[in-house]
């Protein structure tokens, strides 16, 4: 392929400012790479867990393992419940190095994120996601403008009315 006789080279897969995409634009690569970066952190956190205070691990934890989670997650709006369970359960992972094992009796993932002040991986995208078009309400950017003008706006006459007899 070229554009302006240059010669662009096709490919599969791109890496673009940490956003894995793909041909398809479905976000399997990026879904997998971030999935994988969290369970390394999180494993490296375990390992040197007992040399840190319950508040520098959560510090630590959602400075290198939630960030990871959390940017660009808009991007994420048709995952499956499925994954979305996935991501949760490497989030009660780094919550039992954060947690005395008493709060680790309950394996109840809504029971654990409520004594982190967490939310679900679900929950954190309606969060991110809603934060986004409300910013964008607020500051009236021209998102907003154009959120405004398709949603709200509602045409005085129909382009097709009939004409009465």
């Not at 997650?73 to 995952?79: A, G, H, R």
Request: charged share 20%; net charge positive; proline share 2%.
């Amino acid at each position: 392929m070229q554009i302006n006789n240059k010669v662009i080279s096709q490919v599969t897969n791109f890496k673009y400012l940490g956003i894995e995409l793909d041909a398809q634009l479905n976000w399997e690569n990026h879904y997998n790479t971030v999935t994988n970066k969290m369970n390394q952190r999180v494993h490296l956190i375990n390992r040197y867990k007992h040399c840190l205070s319950a508040k520098w691990l959560q510090v630590i934890t959602y400075g290198i393992v939630l960030s990871v989670l959390d940017y660009c997650y808009p991007i994420w709006w048709n995952l499956s419940s499925i994954k979305y369970n996935k991501l949760d359960k490497i989030l009660v992972r780094a919550a039992k190095n954060i947690l005395p094992p008493i709060h680790m009796n309950n394996r109840n993932k809504y029971y654990i994120f409520e004594k982190l002040n967490w939310l679900t991986s679900a929950e954190r995208y309606e969060h991110t996601s809603l934060t986004y078009v409300y910013k964008h309400i607020m500051y009236k950017t021209s998102v907003a403008n154009v959120l405004t003008e398709f949603y709200i706006k509602i045409p005085e006459k129909s382009l097709h009315t009939r004409k009465s007899s």
